[in-house]
């Protein structure tokens, strides 16, 4: 499996990455938003109090 960063051979010790380089990359995308997981936002979605009488 390829380092889905650089596309270099993955290690055992950060699979899917190639290093911990790699890996802090990957990190650093998800905290800054960089990435999305597809769906409504989550201000969108109703919770379950919603269903509660009040």
Do not use: T
């Not at 290093?19 to 802090?24: G, I, L, N, Q, Y």
Request: glycine share 4%; net charge negative.
């Amino acid at each position: 499996m390829a380092c889905p960063i650089c596309n270099k051979p993955s290690a055992a010790a950060y699979r899917p990455f190639c290093s911990k380089r790699c890996a802090d990359i990957d990190l650093a995308r998800w905290l800054r938003g960089e990435y999305v997981i597809p769906g409504p936002p989550l201000d969108d979605v109703p919770s379950e109090d919603d269903d509660k009488p009040h």
